[in-house]
């Protein structure tokens, strides 16, 4: 495997930013099998940036639009990122589904099946770029559809993003085309080993109160303890308005354990209801206990940095790391420090790296106990990493 990274920030002129990508990669030595991974804020969609690079590039082209992207060496987080893969023995099949509204796996089964067609063995590898549907189609309806249809490949990716206030300009890419309403998957095959990594908040930023829940339906907590999630919030210091909702709950991720023998995940309430339940960024497993924890600048820092030491990049070729939208919020006026702690542990290696934020991230967990197990998960509030 070979990868390379290029970037522009050129975001005015799109003959400049294509010329600027391709003269990064003009004295790269492509392979037999390529695939680019793109990550971009919206604005290089609606100048038709995109679509031209799909048209000047030799290779297909994949991924999502961003509230902010880095690539090596690039100092504007306003940026298109583009990181490709590139291999004589790994091919890459691109599926791309039709429009998705409602919970319907067999719009995402139909996709895979018919990027798999051509092959008779299983992928080592599906890369998954997902619309963000909000309160229609969340994330874990992808990865639970994938997971099924595949046989349990191991998924990584994210759900679209933007620097929109409410998320009206996320899109899904692919080649030249951008969807709002579309999922885009990658079939690896051959001999692709990833290694996979997750960062989430600290066992110390959570609280002592511990909670199992008792009733819920989908991504809606219920009840907590026979309560409703409401009262159990409450219970563990988080202070209602006048209005009876919560301020900053983005701030305030719940730490789910769905006691299946994996490592548990974070998920983010995006808001309560009048009855006292609360509505998360991804699925909660009824009997699964929660705490709550606390998200800041100080804490999104720690654990980014955590995970970047535990990178092994002696013999890496790429890596793929996406954060999630709420710990881009959590850093205040300090919100590209994730991003320069990025640049500082890798941009001093000859590691090539796409780095973005995402709507929610798509990446493996490792069993409690046995970490050759693996298990697909959608993630919120996390920082995830691929190693290739």
């Known amino acids: 495997m070979q990868a390379f990274s290029a970037f522009t920030n050129e975001i005015d002129d799109v003959a400049a930013a294509v010329a600027e990508i391709c003269g990064q990669l003009e004295s790269c030595d492509l392979k037999q099998h390529s695939i680019g991974i793109l990550s971009c804020v919206p604005e290089f969609v609606e100048a038709g940036t995109v679509a031209a690079l799909a ?3 030799p290779f297909r082209l994949v991924g999502s639009s961003t509230l902010s992207a880095a690539s090596p060496h690039s100092t504007d987080l306003d940026c298109l990122s583009l990181l490709v893969l590139s291999s004589d023995e790994v091919q890459f099949a691109v599926g791309c589904s039709e429009p998705i509204s409602t919970v319907n796996p067999a719009v995402v089964t139909d996709t895979y099946q018919q990027a798999a067609a051509a092959y008779a063995e299983q992928p080592s590898l599906i890369l998954c770029f997902a619309p963000f549907i909000l309160n229609a189609v969340g994330g874990d309806f992808f990865v639970n559809a994938l997971d099924s249809v595949s046989g349990n490949v191991p998924i990584f990716g994210s759900l679209a993003s933007d620097n929109t206030i409410d998320y009206a300009k996320c899109s899904v890419l692919c080649d030249d085309q951008s969807y709002s309403d579309r999922m885009v998957c990658v079939l690896c095959y051959g001999p692709l080993k990833p290694v996979f990594h997750v960062a989430t908040i600290s066992s110390k930023k959570m609280a002592n109160v511990i909670g199992q829940v008792t009733s819920c339906e989908n991504n809606v907590i219920k009840e907590v303890n026979g309560q409703p999630l409401v009262e159990f919030l409450k219970n563990n210091g988080l202070a209602s308005g006048p209005d009876g909702q919560f301020e900053s709950l983005y701030s305030f991720p719940l730490y789910v354990d769905n006691n299946d023998g994996t490592v548990p995940v974070i998920r983010i309430l995006l808001k309560t209801t009048p009855e006292g339940y609360g509505i998360c960024g991804g699925e909660v497993s009824l009997g699964a206990t929660i705490s709550v924890g606390y998200l800041d600048e100080g804490e999104v820092l720690a654990t980014t940095q955590r995970k970047l030491d535990e990178l092994d990049l002696e013999d890496a070729h790429a890596i793929l790391l996406f954060s999630c ?8 006026y300090g919100y590209e420090g994730e991003a320069e702690e990025i ?13 973005a934020y995402s709507g929610g991230e798509i990446c493996p967990v490792r069993g409690k106990t046995d970490s050759s197990v693996l298990a697909n998960r959608f993630h919120n509030s996390t920082f995830i990493a691929m190693v290739i």
């Open 55 to 57: 048209q000047a590039l």
């Open 325 to 332: 939208i709420g710990r881009f919020f959590a850093l205040g």
């Open 343 to 355: 640049h500082e542990k890798l941009d001093a290696s000859s590691v090539a790296y796409s780095f």
